[in-house]
Structures are given as structure tokens and as C-alpha cells.
């Protein structure tokens, strides 16, 4: 998340630390000074730190506090960098404190996702740098990394990973591998690997980075421990859960051992490996280790900190995965609410969030609610990042969920078909958002009864998740269920029998018999046996309804589509009696 946005102070008579002075508004600094000590006047420090500069030649009174040292952050970072450049805009673009002030704006722009008419300021800027010091400049080179930065920042993958492998390889020639900065640019150019959905990728950039901050810096450096948390978060993208929860076990207890339990690291690497043991339907351990860590952010960051509402954020979908959907929706609304406080209700990160919410909804069966905020997320995100950026059609593809749940399967497909026609040509067909999206809709057309269609598309998605994430990933297996089943309705049933039984061995040694996922293979397979005659399938389908049950409760979505399959046969209406609390309806997949 980015940094957080400065709040006039709630409590009354708190003074200006600079002027003493209680009048007007008083802010936080957004640095490191808290309370008392952090209450300022935006013009104050305009004024301090134009005399710094202006007396002293201190350049960095504009981005950092002359108490704590610490960064600025949110509206009065913004404050303090479009005051420095309106001093130097009518200046020549070659002049160096123009090209700082530039730099300083910029950067103040994207941590609040203030996007609009950056990348136009950093190309110059960049292009200004090579005139008058050469393509192989310092200066040039930063200049050129924090124009990917934006870029990526805008969703253009591709142009960020152009400049960011141009960056790496020039400081390759000149610095060498073993370089910190040439590390860094690595380290940047793997991220944007994975933006890119090239996970193998990326795991081998971030493999060699890590051994070699290990050989040069030692494994106990902050670098290198950076570096192997983010390896075990490409493994857990290329759903290898077990090699990304020992790494970051591995960097748990080293940040622990050296920084101390309490620290932010440790807390942000607790974090990342509670969202590894979500992934692996280890919902109850995920969910005490990011109870347990809330409460230490809370304490120790403070409430609205980005890191802490990064942590209730990710609870919620914790909640989510479990089924406590009123839980997890009750989270959204509250992080939504502070998101808006803190960094503005139009930031990226807070439409993110709102549109979690609209998907939470869907979940509850809210859908009239759902569909609401979804259209109002996917208009706000078009005008702020605009129709084409990954974050506007991820929630489009969002919206098709709720639509098909809503029985608006035309509408759904519409959404499905248009977000693939614009991810496909940008992200290429093997990135997982495509195949996510592939997949949806592949759905969406069972669903219609277009069966023949249906199992088209799902085969060509089977076949690339397979190649892309490999036959043990979560998108893989869910694939495999659904086609499974559509090859059973065409009456396909050696090989659609057959494909369910592999995906329901697999998702029960990857994931456990008891993750979800793999009791809603099992009704799956259940229900296709019955259907092909073999009466073994009831045991089966009885069983795993009986543990979503007990998982779920009686009245969460898995547990509601097991007993809709259930229904259908003579043996239903008996179990149907047993259950309360359950509407008819279609739940959500």
C-alpha cells in the first residue's frame, strides 16, 4: 500500500511544533513523529525548508523531517513537493533543481496514486538526462527506474519490464552482478516478471539475486531476507506452497532473531506467510497468525497505518475463504472507510479494496448491493486509471460473477468476453488473469447450456494453467473439476470420469481432503458417477457434504451447491429435511 495521507488533528489546542501556534489547520507530518510531536503547519514547514535550502543548501528538509529524519508522506509530502516545483518550473528542464523538483513531484504523485500526466514529466526528464549526461549516467538510470515505476503504477507491464531490463543490463556492464544497485534493478525487473504473470521467470531472476546477496551480503542481511520473501511469493503464484512457506518461515524467524518479534518486517513477513497458508486452505492458522498480528500493528503502527489495513484486508479474505462472508464484508466496509480517510476515496488501493467489498457481497447473497458498488468501483477506477488498466478489469471480471449468480448470464458472458479482449492482446493468453477470465467464462457458458462451447474454451484453459502454473496449481485443479464435469454432461464419461478422479486425488494430496476445494471435487465426482450409473458416487457426495457442513455450516455457498446436486437424485429430499436455514437459489462459485 502506499504511504498514508496527513488528517487534521481531531483533539482541540494542539500546537504547530514549528510556529507554536494552535490556529488554523493543524496536520500530521506523516513521518515518524506522532501525536503532539507530529502536529504541524503545512506552511510552516513550506518555510523551514525553504530556508534549509535557501541558507543552508539542505535539500532533503523537503522530503524528510529535520526531527525523526524519517520520509514525509501523504498530503504533506504533496504539499512540500508541488511548492518545490512551482519554484523551479519556468526554469530551463536541464537545470539540476528542476530535474529534483521534478523527481520529488513525481514521486509524491505515484505514492498517492495521483497518476495523470507523470509518465509525461519522467520521459522528459529521462530524455533530458541522456542529453546532458549520457545513456550510462547515475542519474539517468535512477531516472529511468522510477519511469517503470509508473508505469507499472498505470498497469503497462510491458513498458515498465522494456526499461527495467535496460537498466539491469547497463548496470550489469558497469557495476557487475555482485553490485547493489545492479541487484536492485534485478530485483525490480522479477516483480514486474510476475505483474506479467511470467512466474518461472521470475523465480529464476529473484533464485540468482537471492544467492547472490547471500555469497556477497550474508543471509542474514535485510536485503537478502527481502529476497527470499519475495522468491517464496513467486513460488506460492506458481502454486508451490510448500517451498514459499518455508522460505518465509526461514525469514520469520531470522527477522524475529534479529529485528525482534515486534518489529515491521517481522510483521510484514508474518503477514505474507499467512496469506501463503490461506492459499493452502490453512484458513484457521492464517487467520490466528493475522489476528495476532493485527493486534501488534494496531499497537504499534496505529490504526490506519497502510501496512495494518493491508493486514484487516487480508484477514477479510481469510474470512471470506471460510465462509464468514457477513464477517469479511464487515472488514471491507471499515478499511474502505479509513482507506478513504487516510489516502483518498479515488486512491487505487481504495478502490481495490471497495471493489473486495462488492465481491464480499456477492458471496452474502447480497447481489443487488454487490452489482451497485461494482458499477460504481469499474466507472470510478475508468476515470482515474482508465477502461484498459489491469485493476478496472479485474473488477469487471468481478462484476461478471455477481451477474451470473444474479442469473444475468448474458450480461455475465458480455463481461467475461470483453475483459478477455482486452487483457489477451496486453497480457498474452497464458497470463493468469486471462485464464482466470477464460475460465469464468467458460463457466458462464455451461451455465447457458452451451456445453459443446464450454468445454472448448475449458480444455484450451486447462491445457495453459497446466503449462503456465503447473498440474498442482488451485487455478488447475478448479479447471479441471469444471471441465471434468462438462465432458460428464456430453456423456464424455471416460474421459470426463477421469479427469475428476485426477483432480480429486490431486486436490486432496496438494490441498488436503478437507480444503474446500477438494470437497467440492469430491461432490463433483460424486455426482458424475451417479450420473453414470456407478451408486458409489452417493457415498461420496454424502460424505463431502456432510464435512462442508461441518467446515461451512449449513448455509454457506459450497454447502448450498452440494445439496442442489444432491437434490436431484431419490435420496435427496431426505437430506434436504436435515439442513436448515437454505433458500433455494444458485449460489456462488
Not at 59 to 82: H, I, M, S
Not at 183 to 207: C, F, M, P, R, W
Not at 343 to 367: M, R
Amino acid at each position: 500500500m502506499a504511504s498514508p495521507k496527513s488528517a487534521p488533528m481531531d483533539e482541540a489546542h494542539l500546537q504547530c511544533t514549528i510556529c507554536l501556534c494552535d490556529e488554523g489547520e493543524v496536520v500530521q507530518r506523516g513521518c515518524c513523529c506522532r501525536g503532539d510531536a507530529g502536529a504541524v503547519h503545512l506552511a510552516c514547514l513550506v518555510d523551514q525548508a525553504m530556508h534549509a535550502h535557501d541558507n543552508h543548501g539542505d535539500w532533503t528538509a523537503w522530503t524528510r523531517c529535520t526531527t525523526c529524519k524519517d520520509r514525509f508522506t501523504g498530503n504533506v509530502q504533496l504539499g512540500l513537493a508541488e511548492t518545490l516545483f512551482a519554484r523551479y518550473e519556468a526554469e530551463p528542464d536541464d537545470m539540476r533543481e528542476r530535474l529534483y523538483a521534478t523527481s520529488v513531484l513525481c514521486n509524491a504523485r505515484r505514492s498517492l496514486g495521483k497518476l495523470e500526466g507523470i509518465a509525461a514529466l519522467e520521459e522528459a526528464m529521462v530524455e533530458t538526462y541522456r542529453r546532458i549526461a549520457g545513456s550510462d549516467s547515475r542519474n539517468t538510470l535512477t531516472a529511468t527506474g522510477n519511469l517503470a515505476r509508473t508505469y507499472t503504477a498505470l498497469g503497462q507491464y510491458t513498458r515498465a519490464a522494456e526499461l527495467q531490463t535496460e537498466v539491469w543490463e547497463t548496470r550489469k556492464r558497469l557495476f557487475g552482478t555482485d553490485n547493489p544497485a545492479t541487484l536492485v534493478a534485478a530485483h525490480n525487473l522479477a516483480l514486474t516478471y510476475s505483474n506479467l504473470g511470467k512466474y518461472a521467470d521470475a523465480a529464476i531472476l529473484q533464485e540468482e539475486v537471492l544467492a547472490t546477496e547471500t555469497r556477497v551480503l550474508g543471509k542474514d542481511h535485510s536485503d537478502t531476507l527481502v529476497a527470499k520473501g519475495n522468491l517464496a511469493g513467486t513460488y506460492s503464484a506458481l502454486g508451490k506452497f510448500a517451498e514459499a512457506q518455508k522460505l518465509q518461515e526461514e525469514v520469520l524467524a531470522t527477522r524475529k532473531r534479529v529485528h525482534g518479534a515486534d518489529h515491521p518486517s517481522t510483521l510484514l513477513t508474518t503477514n505474507d506467510l499467512a496469506l501463503t497458508l490461506r492459499d493452502q486452505g490453512k484458513y484457521a492458522d492464517a487467520m490466528q497468525l493475522q489476528t495476532d498480528n493485527l493486534e501488534k500493528q494496531k499497537s504499534i503502527l496505529g490504526p490506519e497505518h497502510p501496512s495494518t489495513l493491508a493486514t484487516i484486508s487480508n484477514l477479510a479474505l481469510t474470512f471470506g475463504d471460510m465462509g464468514r462472508y457477513s464477517d469479511a464484508s464487515a472488514l471491507f466496509v471499515n478499511v474502505t472507510t479509513s482507506l478513504a480517510s487516510v489516502l483518498g476515496a479515488d486512491h487505487p488501493h481504495s478502490l481495490l479494496v471497495k471493489g473486495n467489498l462488492a465481491y464480499s457481497l456477492c458471496l452474502e447473497g447480497k447481489y443487488c448491493e454487490a452489482l451497485t458498488l461494482h458499477h460504481q468501483v469499474i466507472a470510478d477506477e475508468s476515470r482515474i486509471l482508465g477502461e484498459n488498466h489491469p485493476d478496472t478489469l479485474t473488477d469487471r471480471s468481478l462484476l461478471s460473477v455477481t451477474l451470473r449468480d444474479l442469473g444475468k448470464l448474458p450480461e455475465a458472458e458480455e463481461q467475461c468476453t470483453l475483459v478477455l479482449s482486452k487483457i489477451k492482446p496486453v497480457l498474452g493468453q497464458d497470463h493468469p488473469n486471462v485464464l482466470c477470465a477464460s475460465f469464468r467464462l467458460g463457466y458462464v457458458l455451461l451455465l447457458e447450456g452451451r456445453v459443446v462451447e464450454a468445454e472448448e474454451l475449458l480444455q484450451d484453459t486447462l491445457e495453459r494453467t497446466q503449462r503456465t502454473l503447473g498440474r498442482d496449481h488451485k487455478r488447475t485443479l478448479e479447471t479441471s473439476t469444471v471441465l471434468g464435469d462438462a465432458l460428464c454432461l456430453l456423456d464424455r464419461y471416460d474421459e470426463g470420469l477421469a479427469m475428476l478422479r485426477d483432480s480429486h486425488q490431486r486436490h486432496q494430496r496438494v490441498l488436503g481432503a478437507q480444503h474446500p476445494h477438494s470437497l467440492i471435487s469430491t461432490t463433483v465426482l460424486g455426482d458424475s458417477l451417479l450420473r453414470s450409473g456407478d451408486d458409489g458416487g452417493k457415498t461420496l457426495l454424502l460424505e463431502a457434504f456432510e464435512s462442508l457442513r461441518r467446515v461451512h455450516g449449513d448455509t454457506h455457498a459450497n454447502t448450498v451447491r452440494a445439496l442442489a446436486r444432491i437434490r436431484k437424485w431419490p435420496f435427496g429430499e431426505a437430506v434436504r429435511r436435515t439442513v436448515t436455514g437454505i433458500e433455494d437459489g444458485s449460489p456462488v462459485q
